[in-house]
């Protein structure tokens, strides 16, 4: 209804398919401590390095889809193409945890990361009732579900260091009208229990999707972040999935923070190059628009004090949904990821 949707997950078989890679790279991923660009992992993606380390701690995934794409152009010979899908392959993006075996995948990605020196950057999108349905419908059965899915989370992170995106568009929903009255109180108690779980990791942050800048008014929803307890959270998230400037979301940011005791907070800045798609239908003008690029890279050195971290949450290149002659939310378009880094600088 009002954007942010379309973040769909990978599917199992992939899932499953990505950490056996992060796995396979423990015995050999190197990190310097001084935060000069020298580990050199490989994988699927010939080349792919981890980011400078003072501006950019998180893990770049050389197993991801990007990376896969970029090595298949390699092999074809299709220089010009890789040149471009190289500018998303080197960057770290969100691991989208399946609910299938998130312990498997959550261990994984982070024993990766943590061999690389590296935080690993997860999102967790399996909220009962999610995405009312829509491309991304979906979540977990029941309550107790999504507790033990929470609970396998953070059995696989452990001691080791990751930032966790939680369950964007779940508050959001709730204020929007979008989520029916009759979940709305399990909902507020699942996150605030999974903010409780998470943020009793010696090494995790957590950070409660809190919408975007071109939903509504942070009046409307900065007491339900409250009720879903973003005062136990490390802080919030913004512009999850969605293209609204990265200017614009620190406004927004802003103002939700001085509503919730000062939280500092996140912004997805994946594909906002271009700013909001502004022509066709208003509900899906969220949904996989053309003539979007590339954000800015991620980064822990912001433009504001208040903003911990530039991130690539959604993952350049896959669909947000069946719309505009894309695949399956979550899936990779070749297509699309093409023109977002044609479009990028």
Partial sequence: MYGSRGAGTLSTRRASAVVLGAALLLAGCSSSSDGEDEKKDKGAGAGITQQPKDADPFWVNPDGNAARQLAALEKSDKKEQAEQIR??????????????????????????????????????YNIPHRDCGQYSGGGAADGNAYRAFIDGVAKGIGDRSATVILEPDAVLHLVDGCT???????????????????????????????GNAGWGSPDQIFEPLKWAGIDQADGFSVNVSNFYTTEDSIAYGKQLSAKVGGKHFV???????????????????????????????????????????????????????????????GEWWQEYAQKLAEASE
């Fill in 87 to 124: 500018k998303i392959a080197q960057q770290p993006t969100g691991e989208w945890i399946n609910p299938e075996n998130p312990e498997e995948q959550a261990r994984g990605f982070t024993e990766a990361a943590d061999a690389a020196g590296r935080t690993a950057l997860l999102v967790l």
């Fill in 180 to 210: 029916p009255e009759q979940f709305h109180e399990e909902r507020y108690d699942l996150l605030k229990g999974a903010i409780a779980k998470l943020s009793a990791l010696p090494n995790t942050k957590v950070y409660l999707d809190a």
């Fill in 267 to 329: 912004i997805d800045t994946s594909r906002n190059g271009n700013g909001p798609y502004t022509e066709g239908d208003p509900g899906e003008r969220w949904c996989n628009p053309p003539g979007r690029a590339l954000g800015e890279t991620p980064t822990t050195k912001t433009a504001d004090p208040l903003v911990d971290a530039y991130l690539w949450v959604k993952r350049p290149g896959e669909s947000d949904g069946e719309c505009k002659g894309g695949p399956k939310a």
